[in-house]
């Protein structure tokens, strides 16, 4: 145990991974002194290096991230339950009973359904020379990340958080895919045009410290 009184925890990350959830939450969460951050290179290679075959084999079947470790218990593997893990252990960033379906909904519909394609997505604008993509794959994935992201825009109107007036856990999980959705790389963040609710949401959560701290945490920290 901490001395916070949680039990002692390993998070590991990569910068910008699925791993900014989890370590934006405990930042708002106050618990750093109980979590152990584990940087895990995650960058593409011929050979991977000899600690990815060792995280695979000790923590996560995948060698993917993030993993959550405690003491006694089974890893957590992934991004979504990580989050609901911490915010029910905290008794924190969780909200009143009458909202928590539509916050399990849209921890695992961001965590599920909106990753999944907007990987898809990535995989061709990101990974692949312009030249070499493939126009059906790009046409389809980028319409069906769309019509995720036009889902959480109207579910913003009015909202300064996905659930009302109070961020949560919820809010940790969703707005990784509108910080992926804005990136450089995925075509200049083209998929957050016409869609203010989001673009005020993201400008909203941008200005928040924990997430200022986690989106500045370099390789190796």
Known sequence: MSASGLPKMKLWYYPLYRSTRCMWLIKELGIEESVEYAYLDMTNRPKQPPEREEYRKKVHPHATIPALEMEGHPPILE???????????????????????DYYNWIMYSSC?????????????WLVKPEEQDKEVVAKARADSELCLDHAERALEGKDFILGKELTAA?????????????????????LEG??????YLARISARPALKETLAVGQGK
Not at 82 to 98: H, M, Q, S, T
Request: proline letters at 5%.
């Open 113 to 125: 359904t909106m990753d999944t394609v907007m990987e898809r997505l990535t995989d061709q604008w």
């Open 195 to 200: 869609r203010p609710n989001l673009k005020a």
């Open 171 to 191: 809010d940790c999980v969703l707005s990784y895919n509108i910080i992926w959705a804005n990136m450089r790389e995925m075509n200049n963040g083209v998929l």
């Open 79 to 101: 991004s979504g339950a990580i989050c609901l893990y911490l915010a029910d252990l905290c008794g924190r960033f969780v909200p009143e009973p009458k909202d928590r379906a």
